[in-house]
């Protein structure tokens, strides 16, 4: 990893979002930059505040998040930097990660808040997002990561998607990987049917220690939950499946479930060929 992106809103979630990430800078020899997107409350803009105001409590903000990022950099002793922008949340991280060239996105989150809040924070931004996202609950700590569950499905992946991620972060850490797949009935699912090509998933992570096992339950996420409890992994990977918006309308993505389920730190990594919308 070379740099890592971390999204704030000051809430609890995030500020343990960002010790965890420092953690994982600190570790990988990463540079860490902390985002916050300045926007007033409704309050404030009801009460039509003058320029002057906003320019204050924007130059308030900005330095209140230079001093967090102060306060890290001593604290781990890594190169922590931070910027604020009055702009859209989604357009301005997808400029800042182009334009950083960082390898990851970290945001907070609470599992206790309502699907609505989720819908238009964290989940909403994975289902956009075509960069790898590292969603941490609030009451995950970094202690290394010696086992990741990669939670496999066939038809999520383009063959093109060689999951360098994966591997980097599994290299680093001298991890195991548990490739999983759930599904109600048992069948090969080793290869990608379809057009887009067939490869298989256990070739593809040959670079790392890993094993392949298949699991038979009714309810994937309930699968997934159950072999996070049994293994006690570190971190869940998946790789969010992007919908049509008809299908969108009839399916939900089991990743974007799964971020409201987890209590270990959830890694997506989508496939680079999606484009933003």
């Given amino acids: 990893m070379k740099t890592i992106l971390v999204a704030t809103n000051y809430s609890a979630e995030a500020d343990n979002a960002i010790n965890y990430a420092a953690s994982l800078a600190k570790y990988t020899n990463s540079k860490m930059v902390l985002f916050n997107?300045?926007?007033?409350?409704?309050?404030a803009l009801n009460t039509l505040l003058p320029v002057s105001i906003i320019d204050e409590l924007y130059g308030a903000n900005k330095e209140r998040l230079k001093k967090i990022a102060s306060n890290i950099s001593s604290t781990y002793r890594i190169h922590c930097e931070?910027?604020?922008k009055r702009s859209d949340l989604k357009d301005e991280l997808d400029y800042q990660m182009n334009r950083l060239k960082a390898t990851l996105l970290?945001?907070?989150?609470?599992?206790?808040?309502?699907?609505?809040?989720?819908?238009?924070?964290?989940t909403s931004i994975i289902h956009h997002a075509k960069y790898p996202i590292l969603a941490v609950p609030t009451d995950a700590s970094f202690g290394g990561i010696s086992k990741i569950l990669f939670a496999f499905d066939a038809a999520s992946i383009f063959a093109t998607n060689k999951l360098?991620?994966?591997?980097?972060?599994?290299?680093?850490?001298?991890?195991?990987?548990q490739i999983c797949h759930v599904e109600k009935t048992i069948k090969h699912a080793g290869k990608i049917p379809g057009a887009r090509s067939t490869f298989n998933i256990e070739t593809l992570l040959?670079?790392?220690?890993?094993?392949?096992?298949?699991?038979?339950?009714?309810?994937?996420?309930?699968?997934?939950?159950k072999e996070v409890e049994y293994t006690h992994p570190d971190l869940l990977v998946m790789v969010p499946r992007r919908?049509?918006?008809?299908?969108?309308?009839?399916h939900k993505s089991k990743t974007l479930k799964m971020v409201r389920r987890t209590h270990i730190p959830l890694l997506t990594l989508p496939n680079p060929e999606w484009n933003l919308n």
């Fill in 37 to 43: 997107s300045f926007e007033l409350s409704v309050h």
């Fill in 82 to 84: 931070s910027f604020t």
């Fill in 106 to 122: 970290v945001m907070g989150i609470n599992e206790a808040r309502s699907a609505y809040e989720f819908e238009n924070t964290t």
């Fill in 164 to 177: 360098p991620l994966l591997t980097e972060v599994a290299v680093e850490f001298d991890a195991l990987v």
């Fill in 206 to 225: 040959n670079k790392v220690k890993h094993f392949y096992k298949e699991i038979t339950e009714e309810d994937v996420l309930e699968g997934i939950e």
């Fill in 243 to 250: 919908y049509s918006f008809w299908e969108g309308i009839r």
